[in-house]
């Protein structure tokens, strides 16, 4: 059981800033991703649709053998994280009560921002779990629907790209936040033209990497950790996969990862299941 | 269950450097403490006494009702951390896995320094669990026995207290690491004069702060946490037990929380128990 893969999933690319997390934090752990590039974004999505995908893909991570799940998405979790530990067998990881501790802890003005994507938002999730731990904080949250297309679409370079940004942190620089959660895996990506537009005395808190953090903690509780005994270390494996096109992930993948060698391997949707077909030639 | 307070040990005061992290983060979240007082320091008693008193302030927490044991006390995790997990019927959290967990996230020179006291020291946890997760990391142990008696004869301000930690800790400035960590829930009372000691350029990881962060953790995956519906906020309770006198330990605790009002409460130990005669008149 120790020597599994953790299982990651997101809606795309944006979970990978995750998984950078994980082998730095954890590099005995091995690793298995799927990003559904094909249904990417899954923002603005209506959640039970959310919840239905992130099913598949963790049918998917279990078919092919995990110890513990981290729902690498925002939107995911906010849809599926309850219900997913109830039903699951391991444990499973979201991002949002992670990201949520972090900010409890930095903030000093007790004015906390959250961005994400309409699906995170709407769910109203972090503003809970802030509340639930710390209710003398303000907590300002604002949809951005447009910052994952530019990820996903590899426009963070674009001159456009500033204006955007610009545009939709202003409302949240007028509350005064110190502290501003970026509720979406994607948005870590934008990071140095989100710190440019909030300010340096803003501290950006990145969800995802918090969650290796809980990874980390379940690691221990649950005795699940891969030992670096017996140099398993040079052992540990990772596996990408994509319901998209998979040289396009791969491309991104192995520049974000700094792994130029890195495979990434396609699968197909059909009906309601995900099918990795190479694996049954 | 859930309105249940977490129960905090220490064999002093060092465990309310974690209490205090817990009243930031956690505010609310009903807390106990039971500082051991009378018998501190624990640090240079061999392994099996401090099991022996652990498991005591276990049963002392145990009798009054807690959701979450916190060990707030390195040794007393080196001691029975395992023990403890697999006897106890509620989750129990130790300091030294946090400590390690944060000291592998800020290194960037791969040289971690840990103070502790002999019984952490010569336990070597810190070095195994730091070595299970990344082992490229080279851990410095050093154990500084003359550091817990400094706070709890209250002799921080002292013009010899100075020349003590230079001394101590003059081997792992040779050792040039860039993170520390304060493997003694008393050393974060010391911390501006370590600090001043290994310059500004070491990180120091605060183990028990970052327990708190493992507490907030494993409040969530078992959704243990007491929510601020209804203003519960303002009924979270405190209550403080010590083994030794208990003004001493009221004076110190009221100014270390910035609780003017805050009572201790004496108890005694009879045989191998822990008797609080106040609620027996």
Redesign the interface.
Known sequence: MRDLPIGFLDSGFGGLTVVKESL?????ESIIYIGDSARAPYGSRPLSEVRQYTKQLTAFLMEKGIKMLVIACNTGTAATLKEL?REMPI?VVGVI??GS?AA??VTENQQIGVIGTKGTVESHLYQK?I??????MTVHERAVPRFVPIVEEQRINDAETMHIINEDLQPLKENNVDTLVLGCTHYPLLRNQIQRVMGEHVILIDSGAEAI??V???L??FNL?R???DNQ?NSATQAYYTTGDGEDFAHFTRQWLNQPDLTVQEVVIRGDEIIDYSNEK
């Not at 509340?131 to 003398?136: G, L, S």
């Open positions: 730095k934090q954890l590099p005995n530990r444990p009560h992670a501790r409890i802890k779990v509340d639930a731990k710390e209710n003398n953090n809980e980390s903690t379940l221990d509780y950790g030992s670096s005994d270390k």
